[in-house]
């Protein structure tokens, strides 16, 4: 979480450094701006906008300005697998926050190239941090592409055959490694100069439709915001076609299934059956993985589950409540303790999702599902245990609810979805029993 904090809020007679702060001490630095402690607004980190306080809005501005920056640099650095040390954090720091000052456009200036609206579309819109490094994710990729064409992308003249070369790269890109004898990845030599110039923290793997689509998504939001700002009257681009995202009816489990999962006999692994737990109590409440990792004590109100979805926290405040269960409420009373502010003892996500998978195999649920192949788009029949993972138990939260319900917008309230949304109907599985359901409603 970035914030923002006084320095010495004891003191009241001075004007008090305002320090940016990120997961405690060790990401804490001055913002070079400073303010009297009675000028300070503690809930809202900001300063007041008073009559007597001129400087309150000038401060606000820097702030949100080492705000962005500040969620940039997290975002970056959420690619790479070791933490970064403070010198490395606020060096990119730094070089968003003067980058974002000294290339700040105002309204008679305008964006030439890609990149440029790229960055003015970061720093103008209220984007949460998934986004935004999502987008440095895009951002890295073009740099790299614009590297191995030789070329730069001018709004003013992109073309739908560009767009569809950029294509052509991300399909590609993991061809430009190999595999060595003991099954290390390494950068061909000819290719090596891309990633000198944009590391990344792994080798780029095959890409298939799904991930093609949601990053063509992002390109044409950057580039029909830079229309809408009159950067460009070209619209040569728009002949494009992207591919289209491919999705299989969700499968999920039956509550017997859970009730099996949570019932297995785990004592010989007490490490499963504490990650077993948590999967459960994630099944109960139906949040992302994102937000369950983030959940502390605060999030518990009384005996309902209380967050902003963190995906979309930047973009809309909206505050999803979920009354929890006897089950839910049993499992967060067994890993209560008084020196721990998180629910549970999480363990990383890559190792909670491995933990699924082993735990699967012990309660023998394998029944096959059905599965889109993220590459081919081809569907593929696979072994339950072999294909779960922590998003699983949200899409049994939701299918379950859906088979009792039959109410979108009532289940989205509890999921965290819009009224409305496409993403929802992802969900919904018309199996047979509904059907059976339907079609008694019109029996003479």
Known sequence: MITFLLAHPERETSSINILVSFRGKKYRRSTKESIPVKYWNQSKRRA?????????ADINEALDKWEMAAMKTVAEFKEYQ???SSAEFFARLDFYFYKDADSELDDASVATTFLEALDEYLRTQRLSNLRISSYTVLRRAIERYQLYRHTSWQLQTLQADDLRDFELFLREEHTFFQTTANGNKVCKKRYEHLYT???ESRP???RGNNTIAAIFTKVFAVLNYAFNKGWAENRKFRD?????EIYGTPYYLTLDEVRQLYECDLTATPTLAVQRDIFVFQCLVGCRIGDLYRFTKNNIIGTTL???PYKTKEEKQRVVQVPLNATAQAILAKYQTPDSSTLFPFISKQRYNDAIKEIFTKADLTRAVIVINPVTGEEESVPLNTAASSH???RTFIGNLYKKVKDPNLIGVLSGHTEG???FARYREIDHSMKQELVEMIDL
Not at 240 to 244: I, N, V
């Open 306 to 308: 209380e967050y902003v």
């Open 48 to 56: 007041k906008t008073t009559r007597d306080f001129t400087l309150a």
């Open 197 to 199: 110039h944009v590391p």
């Open 421 to 423: 949304s496409r993403a």
């Open 392 to 394: 699983l138990a949200r």
């Open 240 to 244: 494009y076609t992207p591919p289209k």
């Open 82 to 84: 070791t933490p970064p």
């Open 204 to 206: 780029p793997t095959e």
